[in-house]
Every structure is written in structure tokens, then in C-alpha cells.
């Protein structure tokens, strides 16, 4: 996984405004523990674009395992 983690992070410092890599990075912090950090990049996604199904429907899965 922390090499997952790390190709994201660089892809999402490279394009800024590239929603699915935000939303990549926030699924492989979801199941590395990272779930602080999962919620701020899922909270990009959103962001970039707020009508994103698979975005919308992981923030239900993140908010329900709290």
C-alpha cells in the first residue's frame, strides 16, 4: 500500500484538479488506516466535482464505519 499511497499523492501534486486521482489516493488511505487523511482527500474530490456517485457513496460508507 505505501506504494500506492506514494504514485497518488504524486499524481494528485502533479494535476490538482484530477478528481479521480484524488479519489484513488482516498480509497488506498481507507484501507491503510488513514481515514483523518481518506476524509480530506475524498473531501477534494467532492470538491473538484460534487455530484461524483462513487465519491458520494464512499463518503456513506466512511461516515457509517465511524
Known amino acids: 500500500l505505501v506504494g500506492e499511497l506514494h504514485y ?3 499524481i ?3 494535476y490538482p484538479e484530477y478528481r479521480d486521482g484524488y479519489f484513488h489516493l ?3 488511505q481507507y484501507q491503510a488506516g ?3 487523511d481518506a476524509g480530506i482527500s475524498l ?3 467532492l470538491a473538484i466535482d460534487p455530484t461524483y456517485a462513487p465519491g458520494l ?3 456513506q460508507k466512511m461516515m ?3
Open 12 to 14: 494528485v501534486s502533479k
Open 34 to 36: 488513514e481515514t483523518q
Open 57 to 59: 457513496a464512499f463518503r
Open 43 to 45: 473531501e477534494k474530490v
Open 64 to 66: 457509517g464505519s465511524e
Open 26 to 28: 482516498a480509497l488506498v
Open 8 to 10: 497518488w499523492e504524486g
